[in-house]
């Protein structure tokens, strides 16, 4: 790596980032680090200074950066083509293995980005009730959120549910805003609350059943679950983070509880750009509009959507990660991680937690709980 590096090289990326991109980045990951290369569980930046990645690329690169089998699939596909907006055989039977692999899963339709598949999801939610025409009747949807926490000082009174519009920042539309109701991660008698009240508004609920570091409580995702079956709501879980890494099948097969809809992302494109919304076929035949006719059916189209590279770089994620013995590894050596953390935090005085599940965990430097 020394003989690559140049003192200046970095320095003069930043000065360059700074003119065409606000903030000085992408709006990712830390602006003042390019980074040049990745190789297994590291990266190197364009100074040649060597880190772990315990970010995993934000997710999509659990089976480490430029995976020698993956770049090997990739590269067969190269020379065939990157993208056709149309259907390709790696694409559909990517399809074929995450709909085997997801309880929810029977049909999907592929995005490029995690974002775009809940926008997605969202849509479909309201579309068995017809809520294009109006957005007043079963056009609401309620999305379990953790900063919304029981523990927040003035929160609420006993009994008061949460503001409808808080908290979505207000640069959304008010329509929009008067359209969601947001209510606390883990509390399942205020979702009771919420959804009886409003009952005859709300599509449907989308939640992450892992709420990026914190576990869903005893029997909270199946009171959602009970809660949306009985007053005939769609349940999305946000899979785009836990899919195929919380557990092959992602967390509904971790926790046992199977949604309407999922989002999935990350992963499943092996580092490149992909993204799905999968689901039952009932539902997912609002984007059909040879069943559904004019008045149910939900445009959805995306340029790359699919296309082959991406779905190589999935197929063989995906297959090494159904190799026995992988997700034992993972969690292994998340555990070994999160107990070095913790031991040495300690042994320096600082207050901390180390929260999260072995495969998707954090630091946070507080003596509060955050569960």
Same mark, same amino acid.
């Given at each position: 790596m020394s003989a690559k590096m140049r003192p200046d090289s970095q320095s003069d990326l930043l000065a360059r980032a700074e003119r065409v991109l606000p903030a000085g980045g992408f709006g990712n990951f830390d602006p003042s680090i390019v980074i040049r290369e990745g190789r297994g569980g590291r990266v190197w930046d364009e100074n040649g200074r060597e880190y772990v990645d315990f970010l995993l690329g934000s997710g999509p690169m659990l089976v480490g950066h430029s995976h020698p089998e993956v770049v090997d699939a990739v590269q067969s596909q190269l020379g065939k083509g990157f993208t056709f907006f149309a259907s390709n055989a790696d694409g559909i039977a990517l399809a074929e293995e995450i709909c085997d692999a997801v309880a929810c899963a029977e049909q999907l339709r592929y995005v490029s980005t995690g974002s775009e598949a809940?926008? $997605?999801?969202?849509?479909?939610?309201?579309?068995?009730?017809? /809520?294009?025409?109006?957005?007043? #009747?079963?056009?609401?949807?309620?999305?379990?959120? @953790?900063?919304? =926490?029981?523990?927040?000082?003035?929160? !609420?009174?006993?009994?008061?549910?949460?503001?409808?519009?808080?908290?979505?920042?207000?640069?959304?539309?008010?329509?929009?805003?008067?359209?969601?109701?947001?209510?606390?991660?883990?509390?399942?008698?205020?979702?009771?609350?919420?959804?009886?009240?409003? /009952?005859?508004? +709300?599509?449907?609920?989308?939640?992450?059943?892992?709420?990026?570091? +914190?576990?869903?409580?005893?029997? *909270?995702?199946?009171?959602?679950?009970?809660?949306?079956?009985?007053?005939?709501? @769609?349940?999305? *879980?946000?899979?785009?983070?836990?899919?195929?890494?919380?557990?092959? =099948?992602?967390?509904?097969?971790? $926790?046992?509880?199977?949604?309407?809809?999922?989002?999935?992302? &990350?992963?499943?494109? =092996? =580092?490149?750009?992909?993204?799905?919304?999968?689901? !039952?076929?009932? #539902?997912?035949?609002?984007?059909? &509009?040879?069943? #559904?006719?004019?008045?149910? *059916?939900? *445009?959805?189209?995306?340029?790359?959507?699919?296309?082959?590279i991406a779905a190589v770089a999935g197929l063989k994620t995906l297959e090494i990660l159904r190799r026995p013995g992988s997700y034992e590894q993972i969690r292994a050596t998340g555990k070994t991680i999160m107990g070095a953390l913790t031991e040495s935090l300690t042994k320096a005085g600082l207050a901390h937690q180390v929260v999260g599940d072995p495969v998707l965990f954090d630091v946070v430097f507080t003596e509060k709980s955050v569960a």
């Open positions: 809940d926008m $997605y999801a969202m849509r479909l939610a309201r579309a068995p009730h017809g /809520a294009r025409q109006d957005p007043e #009747v079963r056009g609401r949807l309620s999305t379990e959120h @953790v900063q919304r =926490g029981l523990d927040e000082p003035g929160a !609420r009174a006993a009994g008061e549910l949460p503001p409808a519009d808080s908290p979505i920042p207000p640069a959304f539309p008010k329509p929009v805003r008067d359209n969601v109701l947001v209510a606390p991660f883990n509390d399942a008698e205020v979702a009771r609350q919420i959804l009886a009240e409003y /009952a005859d508004e +709300i599509a449907g609920v989308i939640v992450e059943p892992l709420q990026r570091l +914190i576990p869903p409580a005893p029997g *909270f995702l199946e009171t959602l679950r009970e809660e949306t079956e009985k007053h005939g709501m @769609v349940l999305i *879980f946000d899979e785009v983070v836990t899919g195929f890494r919380l557990a092959y =099948g992602g967390a509904q097969a971790h $926790y046992g509880v199977t949604p309407d809809l999922c989002t999935l992302g &990350k992963t499943i494109g =092996g =580092g490149f750009p992909l993204a799905a919304l999968a689901g !039952r076929k009932e #539902v997912m035949a609002h984007f059909d &509009k040879a069943k #559904v006719g004019e008045a149910g *059916f939900t *445009f959805q189209v995306g340029t790359l959507s699919g296309n082959p």
